[in-house]
């Protein structure tokens, strides 16, 4: 079963405006980590937040966490038209050895 | 850069067939994971291994698939016999150790069951 839910499922956006994902989960985690995946192709490791961490950056991402309310952000800053993909949400549980997807959101950036 | 090697990409095969996926990981990435992941879902993890032994299993339809990887380095995934409910994404994704770094994933293999 899925841990973690993204939303929103799909959204639309135009090229250079900011995008933003959400991703909620159930319980107690190790680090939360965030996934891109283009149509019919592996999914791409975009960034790992850990548990005693609250934002993080790389590149046009800011990723954040707030554990009391188990919950990430990521943030996509002025879209490209190859940002359009699913991203993920994936989270590592306390005590577990692997990783938990979520249901994915999809992004459509229009040129 | 380093990839994950997964073949091959595409695999059309009868239901009561048997069909089997390979994987490469990176080398020097001790955990290898295979998920399957259905059209507009989320990856969902069906075997787990550290080095050639097994981690996790309890996800995987014992009774017709199985998973191997001999001398911890390439693995094998099976089904056998392949029902239409199997068409998926099989994914293959290795790590240095467990969840505590990114995975790196193959680009997948794309099964159809007719």
């Known amino acids: 079963s899925q841990q973690g839910e993204e939303d929103p499922q799909a959204l639309s956006i135009q090229e250079g405006e900011n995008a933003t994902m959400n991703c909620s989960y159930k319980t107690s985690i190790n680090n939360l980590q965030w996934y891109r995946q283009n149509s019919g192709r592996g999914l791409v490791h975009l960034i790992l937040?850990?548990?005693?961490?609250r934002e993080k950056h790389s590149g046009r991402l800011r990723v954040t966490l707030d554990t009391s309310k188990k919950s990430s952000s990521l943030l996509i800053t002025a879209s490209r038209a190859a940002d359009t993909a699913s991203y993920f949400c994936?989270?590592?549980?306390?005590?577990?050895?692997?990783?938990?997807f979520g249901t994915g959101t999809r992004l459509t950036v229009i040129p | 850069e380093a990839e994950v090697a997964q073949s091959p990409r595409y695999k059309i095969t009868e239901k009561s067939q048997a069909v089997a996926f390979w994987c490469d990981p990176i080398s020097g990435h001790a955990t290898l994971y295979w998920y399957r992941q259905i059209l507009g879902q989320g990856p969902e993890l069906l075997v787990q291994f550290q080095d050639e032994s097994v981690v996790d299993d309890s996800q995987l339809p014992k009774d017709r698939f199985s998973a191997e990887r001999l001398k911890g380095v390439d693995s094998t995934l099976k089904i056998q016999p392949a029902e239409l409910g199997d068409s998926a994404m099989y994914l293959c994704?290795?790590?240095?150790?467990?969840?505590?770094?990114?995975?790196?994933f193959g680009s997948g293999t794309r099964l159809t069951v007719v």
């Open positions: 994936a989270t590592a549980l306390t005590g577990a050895n692997n990783l938990f």
């Open positions: 994704a290795s790590s240095l150790d467990r969840a505590s770094y990114g995975y790196t």
């Open positions: 937040i850990r548990s005693n961490e």
